[in-house]
C-alpha cells in the first residue's frame, strides 16, 4: 500500500488546491498549497501569491501539498513564508505539511526540515501534522497549546521520539507516530515508546497511535499491560503487522475499561481471534486483512 489519496477534508473543513495564479474559493475551506513538479514559481512566490488573495487573519487551517521537487528539496520556503507573518497569521490553529500521493513523491524520498522556529512562532498552534522524516528535526521544546501532534513516515529514527518525550506539552491529547519500517530508518523498540509514554503522561491522551510498525505484536503485548490503557478512546495500531499474539494479548488485557475504539485494520489476525476481538465491549475496526508472504509481514506505507 501507498498513499494514493490526498486529504479530503482535513479538522472538519473541505479541502480546497491553490495554485500559483489560481482565484480564492468561497465558503469554510482547508486550502492546501499545492506545485506541480518542477513549478517555476518558488515556495515563497506562491505564498505571496496566495496570501495577496486570501486574507492570512482568516486562516485557521494550512495544508501544505506537494512542492515543485519534494524527494530533493525542503518544504523550508513554506516554513519561513509563514514564520515572516506570523503577526498575520494569529488565528492558524491547524498546519499540515506534505499532503501529496506517491504520484508526487514517495513517503520515505519527501524531503523534510526543522520545526522548532515554526512552533515558537506560533505559540497558538493547536494541531501539526508532517508527512515524511527524511531530515526531519526537532529538538526538544515547550509549547503551551499543542493538542495533536502526528508524524506520518515509512521509517521513524528514535531520535525524533526523543526529542517528543523530552518536550512540554501540557495540552497534547492526540499523538500519531508512523513507525514504519527498519529499512527506511526506523531504528526503535519497545522501550523506546515505553519512555515516550512514561515522559509525557499518557493518562491525559484521548487518542494513541502506534501506526504502520513492524513491531506491532511487541506493542500491543506492552500496552495491554499499561493499567493507564483504558484512560484513552482510540488505540491506533492500524497500518502495521498484528497478528495473533498481539490481538490475544488485547483481548486479556484486564486494562482497557473505558476505551471505545481499537484500529488493527491491516493485520495478520486469524479468522478465529478476529472472531473474538468483535466480542469486546468497544469498537474494533478490522479492516484489510494481509496474508504472511512465506512468514514475513509487512507495514503498509514504508518506501
Request: charged share 25%.
Amino acid at each position: 500500500m501507498t498513499i494514493s489519496e490526498y486529504t479530503k477534508v482535513y479538522r472538519g473543513k473541505r479541502v480546497v488546491d491553490f495554485k500559483m495564479g489560481d482565484s480564492p474559493t468561497a465558503g469554510d475551506i482547508a486550502y492546501r498549497l499545492a506545485q506541480e513538479y518542477d513549478s517555476s514559481e518558488s515556495q515563497s512566490e506562491l505564498l505571496e501569491d496566495f496570501f495577496s488573495k486570501v486574507g492570512p487573519d482568516s486562516i485557521e487551517t494550512l495544508i501544505i501539498g506537494p512542492w515543485s521537487e519534494a524527494s530533493s528539496d525542503s518544504p523550508q520556503g513554506f516554513i519561513d513564508g509563514l514564520i515572516a507573518r506570523r503577526a498575520e497569521l494569529g488565528g492558524l490553529k491547524a498546519l499540515f505539511v506534505g499532503d501529496m500521493t506517491y504520484e508526487d513523491c514517495e513517503i520515505s524520498w519527501i524531503i523534510q526540515s526543522s520545526y522548532n522556529e515554526l512552533l515558537t512562532a506560533f505559540p497558538g498552534l493547536e494541531s501539526l501534522r508532517v508527512r515524511g522524516s527524511t531530515d526531519l528535526k526537532l529538538q526538544p521544546f515547550v509549547h503551551a497549546n499543542l493538542q495533536e501532534l502526528a508524524i506520518e513516515c515509512g521509517g521513524l529514527p528514535s531520535q525524533l521520539v526523543e526529542a517528543i518525550a523530552a518536550s512540554t506539552l501540557p495540552a497534547l491529547r492526540h499523538l500519531e507516530l508512523w513507525l514504519g519500517d527498519d529499512g527506511y530508518g526506523f531504528d526503535g523498540d519497545v522501550d523506546t515508546y515505553r519512555r515516550l509514554l512514561a515522559a509525557i503522561g499518557p493518562e491525559r491522551l484521548r487518542y494513541l497511535g502506534l501506526r504502520n510498525a513492524m513491531i506491532s505484536d511487541d506493542l500491543a503485548e506492552w500496552l495491554a499491560a499499561e493499567p493507564w490503557l483504558g484512560s484513552l478512546q482510540t488505540l491506533d495500531l492500524s497500518l502495521g503487522t498484528i497478528g495473533d499474539i498481539g490481538a490475544r494479548a488485547l483481548l486479556a488485557s484486564p486494562n482497557l475499561g473505558g476505551i471505545e475504539r481499537i484500529d488493527l485494520s491491516h493485520h495478520y489476525i486469524s479468522a478465529e481471534v478476529q472472531q473474538q476481538l468483535r466480542a469486546l465491549p468497544c469498537a474494533v475496526i478490522l479492516d484489510d486483512p494481509e496474508q504472511e508472504d512465506d512468514g514475513d509481514r509487512y507495514v503498509a506505507v514504508a518506501e
